[in-house]
DNA sequence: GGTGAAAACCTTACTCT
DNA sequence: AGAGTAAGGTTTTCACC
């Protein structure tokens, strides 16, 4: 057995990852200031971790109240049978609609979860009828109500300590 | 009654809006040359909108699954009573823990849903057994499990052809 | 890893339209 | 409001320790 070709990233490596997790515009000069290390290192870093695939994206959060988004609805969506089609078609018709912002497929009876972002209720009726009972398939929707977002972030928990990379794409596991 | 002084923002706006919903490395250059405009009156409108409260953060998003972060459980949480003394010490406890993704109060029974990001179930457990259980009056715990992260985008949905700002704080409404 | 310096690029302010 | 220009500052890269 060959030894796994797993990457490590050590603290510093966390440290600029954590950072950057929490400020998309810091500039190598201060990252490098906060991680102990001067600029070409820190650079270097960087540039490793996006060659490792670890970044996503960069993005801005924009404040949903200010922009009068004040409605966050979680809706559970059942399909009446889970053929692998009935699937991939209800999750391209959702793909394309902007309030979805999260869709998760649960355990269970092939159930979604779907968290929408709208402006008022009516919005949201809109939403239900004109998108999501049009979809084929879909047999029962229940939305619920946020009354309020307590937490929501979108930095991940790191370990303090370093940690070593899972394989990369260790082939969705086929078991026997 | 005097005018309404909401602000109102215009297609270019909107369009920087949502460039920078997508992007936020992206140079003011180069967006001024996204939405048509020079750099000048395109620097003026970001300043603009960062004044007006819209952006709340730029982050970096990063991967997931090339963390081995690969278990998205969302959780719903009952307390035994609503007294809000209780609400404020389960919010509380829920704030410092890094793994808690999103927190939302429901409509119902002061139901709590979060999503929490763990490496494995171990660390689900771990979470549970340590650090939710232990929170007073929590009553019920259920734990459903996403078999598939179908959409995740930090994007608001944002109208197309310009809109009128909402009163800022339009004083969280006292009905009587 | 670290240093220093140079090239390239960005930001920002001023002025004119 | 927007365009052009230019000064000043940063980032990024390179050669070398």
Request: net charge neutral; glycine share 2%; hydrophobic share 40%.
């Amino acid at each position: 057995m060959p030894t796994t070709p797993t990457k490590r990233l050590d603290k510093i490596d966390i440290a600029i990852l954590s950072t950057l997790q929490k400020n998309a515009r810091i500039t190598n000069t201060e990252l490098a200031r906060v991680v102990n290390l001067s600029t070409t290192p820190c650079f270097n870093r960087v540039r490793n971790i996006e060659n490792l695939g670890l970044i996503k994206q960069q993005v801005t959060l924009l404040n949903p109240e200010r922009l009068g988004l004040n409605l966050n609805v979680f809706i559970s969506v059942s399909l009446e049978r889970q053929v692998e089609d009935a699937l991939r078609s209800f999750e391209e018709a959702i793909s394309v609609r902007p309030e979805v912002m999260e869709c998760y497929l649960m355990t269970g009876d092939a159930d979604y979860l779907l968290r929408v972002v709208v402006p008022d209720t009516k919005a949201l009726e809109r939403f239900i009828l004109d998108h999501l009972t049009k979809v084929k398939g879909v047999s029962n929707i229940r939305s619920s109500f946020a009354l309020k977002q307590v937490r929501y972030k979108t930095e991940l928990p790191l370990p303090a300590n370093g940690m070593t990379l899972p394989d990369e794409e260790s082939a969705p596991q086929e078991w026997l």
